[in-house]
């Protein structure tokens, strides 16, 4: 069975607080994909990253960086300097070889105050 | 380029109605699906399809219909309509045929139903 858990339901920064959420998956698959997806109040789904279960390295894209530790099973997402356009709903999710549903974890909602 | 297109974006239903959410995707995408969003559940896999006249079933298929006649709609049908179909529903669509899981899903910006 495939599972994500996001045991962060809901956290609140101030703007410039570096923050963290958290994201733990399980699979028996040697193959996988590992995604975050932003959902902004106007509810779209925005992608923002993809890793596959290969390539451990982790990445950095301005003020985002992901920590992707198979060890551990977590693929964890920072924001530095957080600021208020970060306040969203963040999800991540799992999609292995053989199966067409990505698993989405319950997500973690981000308020970021000025 | 419109990406992946839902209408309508918000509907209101009363027990035993029926509807149709439309989807529309411009870039060729033969991978097409719905998920829907429940709170606290994050989004779950309703039907899916690999190209025009092939579907399958998801997670959370029952009452549900689709079907695919051409790449680039995915309509998806209630047939009766019950208030555990409140939702926020989700078309989202990839390139991607093969099952490899590599490819990202665009989606589109989300239905929300109210059944009453």
């Known amino acids: 069975a495939q599972k994500v858990t996001q045991a962060q339901t809901e956290i609140s920064v101030v703007e410039k607080e570096d923050v963290t959420l958290d994201c733990v998956y399980e699979?028996?698959?040697?193959?996988?994909?590992l995604f975050w997806y932003k959902q902004p109040p106007s509810g779209e789904l925005v992608f923002l990253i993809r890793?596959?279960?290969?390539?451990?390295q982790n990445e950095i894209s301005g003020r985002y960086s992901w920590n992707f530790q198979k060890s551990t099973s977590s693929f964890n997402f920072t924001i530095t300097a957080s600021q208020v356009v970060d306040s969203a709903v963040y999800f991540c999710?799992?999609?292995?070889?053989?199966?067409?549903?990505?698993?989405f974890g319950s997500g973690t909602r981000l308020q970021v105050q000025p | 380029n419109a990406g992946v297109t839902q209408t309508p974006k918000f509907q209101v239903l009363k027990t035993g109605q029926s509807m149709t959410l439309q989807c529309a995707q411009d870039?060729?995408?033969?991978?097409m699906s719905w998920y829907r969003q429940d709170p606290g559940m994050g989004l779950r896999l309703i039907h899916y399809?690999?190209?025009?006249?092939?579907?399958d079933q998801g997670e959370v298929p029952n009452g549900y219909n689709v079907s695919r006649s051409t790449t680039e709609d995915f309509p998806l049908r209630l047939l009766s309509a019950a208030p555990s179909q409140t939702s926020v529903y989700f078309c989202?669509?990839?390139?991607?045929?093969?099952?490899?899981?590599?490819?990202?899903?665009?989606f589109g910006a989300g239905s929300r139903l109210t059944v009453l």
């Open positions: 699979t028996r698959d040697t193959t996988y994909y």
């Open positions: 399809s690999v190209g025009a006249g092939i579907t």
């Open positions: 999710a799992l999609r292995t070889t053989g199966r067409r549903a990505l698993t």
């Open positions: 890793r596959n279960s290969f390539d451990e």
């Open positions: 870039m060729n995408h033969e991978y």
């Open positions: 989202a669509s990839s390139w991607d045929r093969e099952s490899s899981g590599a490819n990202v899903l665009t």
